[in-house]
């Protein structure tokens, strides 16, 4: 009977134990992505709010050839994150939109893409 109380025991701090850490984990995630969306707002507004404008949609000032594009819109919501580091690592020809390779890490432009999305929210 001893042996059976201590395996309930050992199961219920097992289960609790998982449950902790599940619920630590869920909030580094939280968190990580906090931090990720902080990091790509201060490079979305170093490098894109100049053509893009505060709030994503395209507003420019008039040195720019092309209208920038309006990332709150379907065009930029049906494309893939690919797509759109793909756009900001070389640029996207026809258009002023410039290549950043040279300036942005993948981690950067990831982090670029995570805030873009939260645009069109």
Not at 57 to 84: C, E, H, M, N, W
Not at 94 to 117: F, H, P
């Amino acid at each position: 009977m001893r042996w059976s109380h201590l395996a309930g025991s050992f199961l219920v701090a097992s289960l609790f134990w998982s449950g902790t850490m599940l619920a630590q984990e869920q909030e580094g995630d939280a968190l990580e992505e906090h931090y990720r969306l902080v990091r790509g707002k201060q490079l979305y507004e170093q490098y894109c709010r100049v053509c893009h404008g505060d709030q994503g949609k395209g507003s420019t000032y008039a040195f720019t050839s092309t209208p920038p594009v309006d990332l709150t819109g379907p065009v930029i919501r049906q494309r893939t994150d690919a797509d759109l580091l793909a756009a900001i690592h070389g640029g996207s020809p026809g258009t002023d939109m410039a290549a950043w390779n040279w300036a942005l890490s993948e981690r950067q432009k990831a982090d670029v893409v995570a805030y873009i999305r939260t645009l069109a929210e």
